[in-house]
């Protein structure tokens, strides 16, 4: 599968059928297995996964792990009916999603309510962890999915966050960029520096696009 192109024009995308995800109230009991919850990003570890052995011989102790990580700000706008965010760490820009068929949505006019972003594309790093730290403390939404490559659209949750924290991802763990819940946001990221990527396109893979709440009284009570 070629590296996904993240700068389209949603048209672009097919209609197609929506599944719902969960939306989940982030606390420290239910994020636990995907990360955690931050309460000061100042000097808050990111996890660097070691490089893995490739044979018999084993990997010198005190090596593998020392790309150390980047930080930046993340930025999510919706444009019209678009979402589209920016990562000032990785030098990335997205398209996220979209608020309703892709077919119908306008980057230039709102034409339907921004209560869901319809997602198309899931990724995790295999080399570190990542932190988003909502810089004007306001909620947010994340979906994410625990490890491993048999990804299907049921295993993918979302996170409501209220603002008054950030949330921290372990490697390996399947997620997108942050969702602001309001017309646009800015976070802290910090992430591994070598920032490989693993993806799924879900709309190919699955036939669906994942439909992933903004709104609080959506969340789900476990």
């Known amino acids: 599968m070629n590296a996904p192109e993240y700068i389209f024009e949603a048209s672009t995308k097919p209609s ?9 109230r982030a606390t420290e009991d239910s994020v636990k297995g995907y990360g955690c919850l931050v309460d000061d990003p100042e000097g808050f570890e990111i996890e660097i996964t070691r490089w893995p052995q490739q044979g018999w011989r084993p990997i010198d102790e005190g090596t593998g792990d020392e790309g150390g990580w980047v930080e930046g700000t993340f930025k999510g706008d919706w444009k019209g009916d678009v ?4 990562n000032e760490a990785v030098n990335g820009h997205y398209v996220l999603g979209w608020s309703t068929d892709p077919q119908k949505a306008s980057a230039e006019a709102q034409t339907a309510p ?4 319809l997602l198309w594309h899931m990724n995790y790093h295999p080399d570190g962890g990542q932190m988003f730290f909502p810089l004007d403390r306001r909620p947010f939404v994340i979906p994410a999915a625990l490890p491993g490559d048999n990804l299907t659209p049921d295993k993918v949750v979302a996170f409501w966050c209220d603002g008054s924290r950030g949330l921290y991802i372990h490697p390996g763990i399947w997620h997108e960029g942050i969702f602001p819940v309001e017309d646009s946001q800015r976070f802290l990221d910090r992430q591994g520096a070598v920032h490989a990527r693993v993806s799924a396109d879900i709309g190919q893979e699955f036939g669906v696009y994942l439909a992933c709440p903004l709104r609080e009284d959506s969340v789900k009570a476990l």
């Open 16 to 24: 197609l059928p929506w599944h719902e995800v969960p939306l989940i």
């Open 83 to 86: 979402l589209y965010g920016e």
């Open 114 to 117: 921004r209560d869901q972003v």
